[in-house]
Nanobody, 119 residues
């Protein structure tokens, strides 16, 4: 099992920045994928950004050029730097980690952290 603890959410004005952190309780087994999802009220949860142990990074079109995902394996932590925030970025943000050793897929979710962007 892996426990994920998220932090960094809050209230920010449009154009501002926030950095989300997701700390895992232990080292993440490789290969893996670490990502951030978000869910706005009344909407489905959507992928925001993902980084894999193989170095693949992908972003939702709506955040490209504004958000940056990174990970620090020494700290078992994945980050989401969010710049130029817009009101439409308002959502609960969830950390997601997938461990994919041979023959298995283990998926873990954080508890969520709220991001509110005021206009």
């Amino acid at each position: 099992q892996v426990q994920l603890v998220e932090s960094g959410g809050g209230l920010v004005q449009a154009g501002g920045s926030l950095r989300l952190s997701c700390a895992a309780s232990r080292s993440i087994v490789r290969p893996n994928a670490m990502g951030w999802y978000r869910q706005a009220p009344g909407k489905q949860r959507e992928l925001v950004a993902v980084v894999t142990s193989g170095g693949y990074i992908n972003y939702a079109d709506s955040v490209k050029g504004r958000f940056t995902i990174s990970e620090d394996s020494a700290k078992n932590t994945v980050y989401l730097q969010m710049n130029s925030l817009k009101p439409e970025d308002t959502a609960d943000y969830y950390c997601n980690i997938k461990e994919m050793p041979v023959g298995r897929l283990d998926v873990y979710w954080g508890q969520g952290t709220q991001v509110t962007v005021s206009s």
